[in-house]
C-alpha cells in the first residue's frame, strides 16, 4: 500500500501557472513576414514573440533564434509569412494548470518559453522554465 504526504505537504503543491506566468507585451500575425518579426527582435530587444492568428487567438510563439535561417536571406524573409516557419505551436498552458506539471512538461518538451492562453485560445502571457523552477524550488524551501 502506497501512502501519499497530506496535499498541504507537498512543495509547489498550490502553485498553478497563473501564480508564474509573466505578460508578453510582444506579439505578432501569423501573417506577418519574417523581416518584421526581425525588426521588432530589434527594437524590443527581446527574444520571442506571441503569434496570433487572424481572429487573434494564440497561434505559437516564434523566437530570435527560431527566425535565423530565414534572416540569412533578406529577399527572402519579405516573403515568407511567419506561419510558414518552424515555431512552436499548441498545445498551451492555461493558468489553472499546476506549476508543477507544467514544469514537467516544459523539461520534457526541451521548451525555455510556453504561451499560456485562456480557455478560447487568447494569449495572456508565458511561463519561463526558470521563473516556474525558482518558484517551485522557492515553495519547497
Known sequence: ?????????????????????????????????????????????????????????????????????FLTRSWYTERTAISATAHQRGPFAWPAMGLALAAVTMRVKHLAVWPVVDEDGFGLGVLTAD???????AGSA
Open 1 to 69: 500500500m502506497t501512502t501519499h504526504p497530506p496535499q498541504s505537504a507537498r512543495p509547489g503543491q498550490g502553485l498553478t501557472v497563473a501564480d508564474a506566468m509573466e505578460s508578453c507585451d510582444y506579439q505578432i500575425a501569423d501573417d506577418s513576414p519574417v523581416d518584421r518579426a526581425n525588426d521588432i527582435f530589434h527594437s524590443a530587444h527581446v527574444e520571442y514573440l506571441l503569434v496570433r492568428d487572424h481572429d487573434g487567438r494564440c497561434e505559437g510563439l516564434v523566437t530570435r533564434s527560431g527566425l535565423h535561417p
Open 131 to 137: 521563473h516556474a523552477a525558482g518558484l517551485l524550488a
